[in-house]
């Protein structure tokens, strides 16, 4: 059941709240700040990689860019189910394989709605140049896809992909982007996980975000269901293993509880700090302020604004706070002596996606993470499961001339013969020599052509 698209921010958050029935529990962001956690927009299904768990169809490789105008189309309907500032996952396939004068007007044209942008990618074509302009024109994150399942050439494991990584770092720093990785988590690399959070926590002062998705049997992918090592509770046990103490999961919800853990903290001299101990207070937080619909489109210091106004017409909870905040410092001062004052912002996401022939309905119900289609938002899990349908399907659609025109997924060669009009891999930009280096053996075999 997707969100029913309201005219005023009210009706589209009572929208969520109904969808998310028995979900919209005290401490739940959704229907109270957020209408939706993401939603994702494909603007290709093309990809530089071939990862062996990888969501895609085994037609993607074939499939046509969907016109600029679809694309377009498909963000209006963000906004008109979900509102301003809601999360925008520019993703594909990779998107930099999309037309570069294209992708640069799409998150022009996202950012012009008021949504908040991120580009989702594997980054081997995600150049400096490229985020600069993306920047320039509005991009707020970037999201870096690097692991193993991608069987980069010459890196046997995740410890050595830290050089992938920490060149992404510093193609992204200082452009104002929040600085994000995605990392699957499965059989081989999961013993890893303790160096990876080490990473990530070094890395705080330019990573905000690490999200550890978990292997699921969906799409083209060959290595397909995950064992049984390989489950929420064993992920955020190793990330705390990593960090020596335990976390307070499970204090902040956004969406369903069997699909996505969030876990903000701050990181002071490489030690790692929940920011949110207290659920009872957090839910009465969400509450008292949920008229506060800013978000971080608008801007720190209009955060800081709204918020301070809202402060000061509820005294109480300048108190409260001044609690919180002073327990809180009094358990980071060492960290706080050692780091002369500097604090990170490091959030851990872990992300349960099912497998495809195992959905479950009332997950699907309560998803905070979308993909929008030509039909409207589908939750993402289901969507992967039923990829073919939405990815092959002819559209209409208005040219920038206001002609009407139609657009075939498939060409006749591919339909006929199985033939993929793939581009040559040296057609997508290797910005450096690392990044060429990434590329793999199955980029040059991709992709043998099943059936359609
Ligand atoms: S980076 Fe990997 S998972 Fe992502 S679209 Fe490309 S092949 Fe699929």
């Not at 996952?89 to 990779?94: L, P, R």
């Not at 890893?192 to 330019?206: K, R, S, Y």
């Not at 002369?340 to 099912?354: A, W």
């Amino acid at each position: 059941m997707a969100c029913s698209p309201g005219n005023t921010r009210n009706q589209q958050l009572a929208s969520t709240r109904e969808r998310m029935g028995e979900h919209f529990t005290p401490n739940q962001l959704l229907g109270r700040t957020h209408t939706i956690g993401c939603v994702a927009v494909e603007i290709t299904q093309k990809c530089n990689l071939d990862c062996t768990l990888c969501y895609l169809s085994e037609h993607s490789q074939a499939v046509r860019d969907i016109p600029i105008q679809e694309v377009f189309k498909r963000l209006d309907s963000i906004l008109h189910h979900y509102g301003p500032g809601t999360s925008v996952q520019i993703t594909g396939g990779d998107p930099t394989l999309r037309k570069r004068s294209e992708l640069i007007e799409i998150v022009e044209y996202a950012n012009k709605l008021g949504l908040h942008t991120a580009l989702f990618t594997n980054g081997i074509a995600a150049s400096r140049d490229l985020l600069t302009a993306l920047a320039k024109v509005g991009l707020n994150d970037v999201a870096f896809h690097v692991d193993t399942t991608q069987e980069r050439k010459g890196f046997v494991d995740e410890a050595s992909l830290n050089a992938i990584r920490e060149e992404y770092i510093e193609r992204a720093k200082g452009l104002g982007l929040m600085i994000i990785f995605n990392t699957t988590v499965h059989t081989d690399n999961f013993k890893e996980l303790p160096m990876l959070v080490g990473f990530f926590v070094q890395h705080a002062d330019a990573v905000s975000f690490a999200s550890f998705q978990l292997q699921a049997e969906t799409g083209r992918g060959e290595w397909g269901a995950r064992a049984d090592i390989i489950d929420p509770i064993t992920v955020k046990a190793a990330i705390e293993k990593t960090i020596s103490k335990a976390l307070p999961w499970e204090k902040v919800r956004i969406g369903h509880s069997d699909c996505h853990s969030y876990m903000p903290t701050l990181v002071a001299d490489k030690q790692v700090y929940s920011v949110v101990d207290d659920a009872q207070l957090f839910a009465q937080f969400i509450e008292e302020f949920k008229h506060i619909q800013t978000t971080r489109q608008h801007g720190t210091a209009q955060i800081i604004w709204d918020y301070s106004k809202a402060l000061l017409a509820r005294p109480k909870w300048i108190w409260k706070l001044a609690k919180a905040t002073s327990s809180k410092l009094f358990e980071m001062r060492s960290s706080l002596f050692k780091s002369k004052g500097r604090v990170h912002k490091l959030s851990f996401f872990v992300q349960n996606f099912m497998d495809a022939n195992a959905l479950q309905q009332d997950r699907i119900d309560a998803c905070s993470f979308m993909v929008m289609t030509a039909d409207g938002p589908v939750s993402m899990c289901k969507h992967n499961a039923e990829r073919d349908e939405h990815i092959l399907k002819p559209l209409t659609y208005t040219d920038r001339h206001g002609q009407v025109k139609q657009y075939q997924p498939l060409g006749e060669r591919y339909k006929q013969n199985n033939i993929i009009p793939i581009r040559q891999i040296s057609d997508t930009t290797t910005p450096s020599s690392l990044s060429a280096k990434a590329l793999t053996a199955r980029d040059k075999r991709h992709h043998p052509a099943k059936s359609v």
